[in-house]
């Protein structure tokens, strides 16, 4: 394992690293859902989910669903449903332990995301599970999200990456399948053609 020189392990010495915060962002930080953030919701297509588990170990899981999935309960609560996935379940295991979570939310084309952070609790409320039924799919359960922080994040992530400007994307190629990725990883057995089949089946017919 590499051993990094010049650790910094100090708050003073970390802040000493860094001009001081202009007035916007000192105080841009909201414990609620105003009509920005609620259109910029409504508009969301893909968020990701941070979330820890009571011996620490951090997990960050994708979610993604066509605009006006992420449903503003109240000004102080969102509400985020489950979809078939993996099964893994990791961010719900983490939430049972640590009920708090940190959520990035992206709309596509717009170069910056919103950010909320607060408490969660996983729940099987019937108006919710029905608030959150799409294409015939009803959630078995729904991530309620106790809305304590709210802001905007800056683009420069998205400008520096060019996320949304296509004739400057890297070439894929080369780029290991998630297929083979699986085969590889979990030294399974099951010959490639029959893991692609399957992908290829929960990617056609197992979104909802």
Request: hydrophobic share 40%; charged share 25%; glycine share 6%.
């Amino acid at each position: 394992m590499y051993s990094a020189e010049k650790p910094v392990r100090d708050l003073a010495e970390l802040e000493s690293m860094f001009d001081p915060m202009h007035p916007s962002q000192v105080n841009k930080f909201i414990d609620h859902i105003d009509a920005h953030c609620a259109a910029w919701i409504a508009r969301t297509t893909f968020c990701t989910i941070a979330s820890c588990n009571a011996a620490g170990q951090m997990d960050v899981s994708p979610k993604g669903d066509p605009a006006g999935f992420i449903k503003v309960i109240d000004a102080r609560t969102i509400a985020i449903p489950d979809r078939i996935g993996n099964n893994r379940a990791d961010t719900f295991r983490n939430v049972l332990e640590v009920p708090r979570v940190g959520l990035m939310l992206v709309v596509p084309k717009r170069k910056e995301v919103v950010r909320i952070n607060g408490g969660a609790e996983l729940v099987r409320d019937e108006a919710l599970l029905d608030l959150t039924t799409l294409n015939g799919h009803r959630p078995g359960l729904v991530l309620l999200v106790r809305v304590e922080e709210a802001f905007f994040h800056c683009g420069k992530s998205m400008i520096r990456s060019a996320m949304w400007q296509p004739e400057k994307w890297g070439d894929p190629a080369g780029l290991p399948s998630y297929s083979q990725a699986l085969k590889d990883h979990g030294d399974m057995e099951m010959p490639l053609e029959d893991i692609e089949a399957r992908m290829a089946y929960n990617e056609s017919d197992r979104l909802y």
